[in-house]
């Protein structure tokens, strides 16, 4: 018995009679008000058409050019955002000449820019992985910035007091104190990447998940359409999980305070 | 004739003064100190105004007084992380302008690098000195033993309490043998019954490896206790108001927080901040 309420009372367990309880209300409206599957497919149809994407193997290429784009991209926009960002933190000339027009380009909306990149470089994955970085780009920027302004006064008097030079500083102090805001932005980053190679493929392409959903979308296969939307949360979720695993392992002396905020 | 013996006295009196400088070198002369401040409405404010103080090798200073008077302040020139605007602080002899090795400070807080283990955290002043031979290894080993924090080595400082933090912290600063030990309230931060505990603590490392300790704080029993001689300061400009010789046997311990004598010593001091200003300072 007591075992039985310490297992409903399990947050995991209760997200799940959550997620029942809200398929099985959507399952029985449509079929109580007869809605049609163009508008509100039921979530049967839906898991049916999943499980006929991948059978059948039509989802396989789509998939995995996402999956490239994704990992790619994510991986060419950390990269240029921890590079950038490391060079404008050491070099303050650098904050000031560039930064400006770093800001410029992160408030241009990626989507209106997409046209761009596909004239550029083409309807083939390199488009894609080019729009995935740019959005996967400044919030590791921000962060990497954020994170080496973030480092304690009295940390950095106390290296001094020890007598420690400004390269011993760097390693020993500023960069571990900045992990914890770059994982912070990279967990933000694993997300946007999903959405910067559905936006890429979206505007044009010939193979990936996010064109499959153009295709669906258009011959009205509206279940179809909710199947590949659960495969892409699907990748954005283990991405984050993968960042979060990551985090809890790089930057394991930061404690996450459970408690509520407001508490 | 009285005028001739006068100045007879005179001389003899600088001649013993001599004697004793040189049978009893100060380690860190402060001379003419003064520090200001301009703040952000652009005021001018003097942290620090003449200061003047002798520390003999091997004593325990104890520097107290309320917030405001300047006390961080003169420990961080003596850290030499803040240059003086006037005024020197020679320590052996030597001009201080920026941090010393033969020093070693205890902050406020512990400042342990949360992403060092415990073991490490104490290694750091001989990391930073490319250090990292077998018998340094001992040494932060020996003194982590010293200090009861022999089990809690390969731990990370977010595995232990304030006390146990702060003591890895004095760890650290004994790391390279500093001459000089300089102490910004290190157990302003704790709960009183550990702050007790250190400061039995603290007398037992000084007993065992004899240094110069400069000790700042808020607590006038406190000073009372640890020091050799106890430096009032006060605010406003930040100076010293008196230093008052802590007559006391040793070794101490908290019985002697008891005697007629440590009441009278805590007393007095009290009385200099009564006298310089209403606002009575909270221990």
Redesign the interface.
């Given at each position: 018995m007591n075992l039985l309420t310490k297992t409903f009372n399990s947050h995991r367990l209760q997200s799940i009679v959550l997620a029942v309880v809200v398929i099985a209300t959507w399952e029985g409206a449509c079929r109580v008000f007869a809605i049609s599957s163009l508008v509100l497919p039921t979530p049967s149809a839906v898991a049916v058409k999943l499980v006929s994407l991948f059978v059948t193997g039509i989802i396989w290429s789509h998939l995995w050019a996402t999956l490239i784009e994704i990992v790619a991209g994510f991986v060419f926009g950390v990269i240029a955002g921890l590079v950038i960002g490391a060079m404008i933190s050491l070099i303050p000339v650098l904050e000031r000449l560039v930064y400006p027009y770093l800001v410029a380009l992160q408030t241009l909306p990626k989507v209106a820019i997409a046209p761009l990149f596909i004239i550029w470089f083409g309807y083939g994955l390199t488009s894609k992985i080019v729009i995935t970085a740019l959005v996967c780009f400044f919030p590791v920027l921000v962060a990497v910035i954020a994170g080496f302004h973030s480092t304690d006064v009295d940390q950095l008097d106390m290296m001094k007091a020890f007598g420690a030079t400004k390269w011993q500083t760097l390693i020993r102090l500023r960069v571990p104190s900045a992990l914890v805001l770059i994982f912070a932005g990279l967990e933000i980053a694993a997300v946007l990447a999903v959405i910067g190679a559905i936006v890429g493929e979206f505007v044009g392409a010939q193979v990936g998940l996010g064109y499959l959903v153009v295709t669906l979308n258009f011959g009205l296969d509206v279940p179809g359409v909710f199947a590949v939307l659960i495969v892409l949360s699907a990748i954005g979720l283990a991405m984050h999980g993968i960042m979060r695993i990551a985090a809890r392992r790089y930057v394991f002396w930061i404690r996450r305070n459970e408690a509520p905020v407001l508490s | 004739m009285t005028k001739l013996a006068a100045r007879l006295e005179d001389s003899a009196h600088a001649v013993s003064n001599a004697a004793a400088e040189q049978s009893d070198p100060a380690l860190i002369r402060i001379a003419g100190l003064e520090k200001r401040f301009a703040t952000r409405s652009g005021e001018v404010v003097r942290a620090l105004s003449n200061v003047n103080l002798d520390v003999r090798e091997n004593e325990f200073i104890s520097v107290v007084g309320p917030s405001g008077c300047g006390k961080t302040t003169l420990l961080?020139i003596l850290?030499?992380?803040e240059k003086a605007s006037a005024g020197t602080v020679h320590s052996g002899g030597e001009l201080i302008t920026e941090?010393?090795?033969d020093?070693g400070?205890v902050?406020q807080?512990a400042?342990l690098?949360?992403?060092d283990t415990v073991l490490t955290n104490v290694m750091?002043?001989a990391?930073?000195?490319k250090d990292k031979s077998a018998a340094t290894i001992k040494r932060a080993e020996h003194l982590l033993a010293f200090m009861g924090l022999k089990d809690f080595a390969q731990k990370?400082?977010?595995e232990l309490s304030g006390g146990m933090q702060q003591r890895v912290s004095i760890c650290?600063a004994l790391m390279r043998e500093p001459k000089i030990l300089l102490m910004d309230e290190p157990f302003g931060a704790l709960d009183a019954m550990t702050r007790e505990a250190m400061n039995m603590e603290l007398m037992r490392v000084w007993s065992e490896e004899r240094k110069t300790v400069i000790f700042i704080t808020h607590s006038i029993p406190e000073a009372v206790l640890l020091g050799d001689r106890v430096v009032v300061m006060s605010p406003r400009p930040g100076r010293i108001s008196e230093i008052v010789d802590v007559n006391l046997g040793r070794p101490r311990n908290l019985q002697t927080m008891g005697t007629a004598r440590f009441g009278e010593l805590c007393d007095h001091i009290r009385s200099i901040f009564g006298a310089e200003s209403p606002m009575v300072p909270s221990l």
């Amino acid at each position: 018995m007591n075992l039985l309420t310490k297992t409903f009372n399990s947050h995991r367990l209760q997200s799940i009679v959550l997620a029942v309880v809200v398929i099985a209300t959507w399952e029985g409206a449509c079929r109580v008000f007869a809605i049609s599957s163009l508008v509100l497919p039921t979530p049967s149809a839906v898991a049916v058409k999943l499980v006929s994407l991948f059978v059948t193997g039509i989802i396989w290429s789509h998939l995995w050019a996402t999956l490239i784009e994704i990992v790619a991209g994510f991986v060419f926009g950390v990269i240029a955002g921890l590079v950038i960002g490391a060079m404008i933190s050491l070099i303050p000339v650098l904050e000031r000449l560039v930064y400006p027009y770093l800001v410029a380009l992160q408030t241009l909306p990626k989507v209106a820019i997409a046209p761009l990149f596909i004239i550029w470089f083409g309807y083939g994955l390199t488009s894609k992985i080019v729009i995935t970085a740019l959005v996967c780009f400044f919030p590791v920027l921000v962060a990497v910035i954020a994170g080496f302004h973030s480092t304690d006064v009295d940390q950095l008097d106390m290296m001094k007091a020890f007598g420690a030079t400004k390269w011993q500083t760097l390693i020993r102090l500023r960069v571990p104190s900045a992990l914890v805001l770059i994982f912070a932005g990279l967990e933000i980053a694993a997300v946007l990447a999903v959405i910067g190679a559905i936006v890429g493929e979206f505007v044009g392409a010939q193979v990936g998940l996010g064109y499959l959903v153009v295709t669906l979308n258009f011959g009205l296969d509206v279940p179809g359409v909710f199947a590949v939307l659960i495969v892409l949360s699907a990748i954005g979720l283990a991405m984050h999980g993968i960042m979060r695993i990551a985090a809890r392992r790089y930057v394991f002396w930061i404690r996450r305070n459970e408690a509520p905020v407001l508490s | 004739m009285t005028k001739l013996a006068a100045r007879l006295e005179d001389s003899a009196h600088a001649v013993s003064n001599a004697a004793a400088e040189q049978s009893d070198p100060a380690l860190i002369r402060i001379a003419g100190l003064e520090k200001r401040f301009a703040t952000r409405s652009g005021e001018v404010v003097r942290a620090l105004s003449n200061v003047n103080l002798d520390v003999r090798e091997n004593e325990f200073i104890s520097v107290v007084g309320p917030s405001g008077c300047g006390k961080t302040t003169l420990l961080r020139i003596l850290a030499g992380l803040e240059k003086a605007s006037a005024g020197t602080v020679h320590s052996g002899g030597e001009l201080i302008t920026e941090p010393r090795p033969d020093a070693g400070v205890v902050f406020q807080q512990a400042l342990l690098l949360p992403w060092d283990t415990v073991l490490t955290n104490v290694m750091l002043p001989a990391h930073l000195k490319k250090d990292k031979s077998a018998a340094t290894i001992k040494r932060a080993e020996h003194l982590l033993a010293f200090m009861g924090l022999k089990d809690f080595a390969q731990k990370y400082p977010f595995e232990l309490s304030g006390g146990m933090q702060q003591r890895v912290s004095i760890c650290r600063a004994l790391m390279r043998e500093p001459k000089i030990l300089l102490m910004d309230e290190p157990f302003g931060a704790l709960d009183a019954m550990t702050r007790e505990a250190m400061n039995m603590e603290l007398m037992r490392v000084w007993s065992e490896e004899r240094k110069t300790v400069i000790f700042i704080t808020h607590s006038i029993p406190e000073a009372v206790l640890l020091g050799d001689r106890v430096v009032v300061m006060s605010p406003r400009p930040g100076r010293i108001s008196e230093i008052v010789d802590v007559n006391l046997g040793r070794p101490r311990n908290l019985q002697t927080m008891g005697t007629a004598r440590f009441g009278e010593l805590c007393d007095h001091i009290r009385s200099i901040f009564g006298a310089e200003s209403p606002m009575v300072p909270s221990l």
